[in-house]
C-alpha cells in the first residue's frame, strides 16, 4: 500500500509544484510588459487552456489560472465570454475581489458545450469602481474527449492492488487519473480502464496508446494489456475492413475468369441459311 511517507513520491510532487509555480511567478515579473498605471504590472498566467466539458480546475492548481500583480493595482472582476460575446455564468470563481497578495488563483469550471470561450479580467487601480481600470483576457477551449478503454486482465491467482496506470497517446505519457489510481484486479478477473484524451483538433488517421505502470506487485507480464500498443483512427476507419472486402471480390472475380476460360465450347453447326 502507498504511504506519505517523507521523500516519497507524493512529497516530490509537492515540492516539484512549489518549485514550478515559484519559477511562473518569477519569470512573469521579469517578462511581464509594463502597463501605463504609474509603473503597475499585471497579467493573468496559466498552464491550461483546452477542458472537456464540465471539467473543474481548482485555484491553486499546478496548471491553474492565476491573476498577478503589484502594489498599483487594488482589486479585479473576471467573466467568461463566449463566441458570440455573451455572459457565461458559473464558469469563474470568483468573479470579483481584492488583492491581498502578488498572485489570486480563479477557479475554472468548464461549460458544457465545446467551443471558444475567452476569460475577461478587468484591473482596477483603486476600490472605486470609477478607479482606472485596464483589461486582460485569456483563452480557454471546450473539446469533446476522445475515449480510450482498454481491458486489462489478471493472469494470477491472487488479487492485484495498488496498481496505478498511466496513458500514453501517440508518445505522449499522460498523468494517471483518479480513477486509474490504485486499481484492484480480482484473481483471474478483468478490470477495464478508460481515458478521457483531450486535445485540440487531432490529425486525421491513424494514432496509438498504450499503458505503463510502475507497480511492483506481480511481473507486468502477469497482467494482459499493459504494453500492448492499441490503435485507433480519428477522421476514417480502418482499412481492415476495406482490405478483406477488396480481397474477397478479387478472389469471386478470378473464380469467375477461370469459370469462363475453362467453360466448353458448344458447336452448333452452320446456320441453317448457309446450308
Known sequence: MVRNQEGG?????????????????TAAFIMMPSE??????????????????????????????????????????????DSSGSVRSGVVSPTSGTFTQTATGLTITA????????????????????????????PIKVVEPIKLSVELRNNTKVNITGLTIKFVVDGKEYDA???????????????????????DSPADGRHTFHLTTEFQGVAQAEITGIGQEIEFFIGQESNTLVTVLMVVITLVLVIILIWV?????KNFGKPKGRR
Not at 472605486?128 to 483576457?137: A, D, H, I, N, R
Not at 487519473?177 to 484486479?185: D, G, Q, R
Not at 476460360?261 to 465450347?265: D, E, L, M, N, S
Open 9 to 25: 513520491v507524493l512529497t516530490k510532487k509537492v515540492i516539484a509544484a512549489v518549485m514550478v509555480m515559484s519559477l511562473v511567478m
Open 36 to 81: 501605463d498605471v504609474d509603473g503597475a504590472q499585471f497579467d493573468i498566467i496559466g498552464g491550461k487552456t483546452i477542458f472537456y466539458p464540465g471539467e473543474r480546475l481548482e485555484a491553486g492548481s499546478e496548471d491553474g489560472i492565476f491573476l498577478i500583480r503589484d502594489g498599483g493595482i487594488y482589486r479585479y472582476t473576471a467573466r467568461v465570454l
Open 111 to 138: 461549460p458544457n458545450a465545446p467551443g471558444d470561450y475567452t476569460l475577461e479580467v478587468v484591473f482596477f487601480t483603486g476600490s472605486s469602481s470609477t478607479s482606472e481600470s485596464f483589461t486582460k483576457t485569456y
Open 177 to 199: 487519473t483518479e480513477e486509474n489510481t490504485n486499481i484492484t484486479i480480482p484473481a483471474n478477473g478483468t478490470k477495464t480502464v478508460t481515458f478521457d484524451w483531450v486535445v
Open 261 to 265: 476460360i475453362r467453360k466448353p465450347v
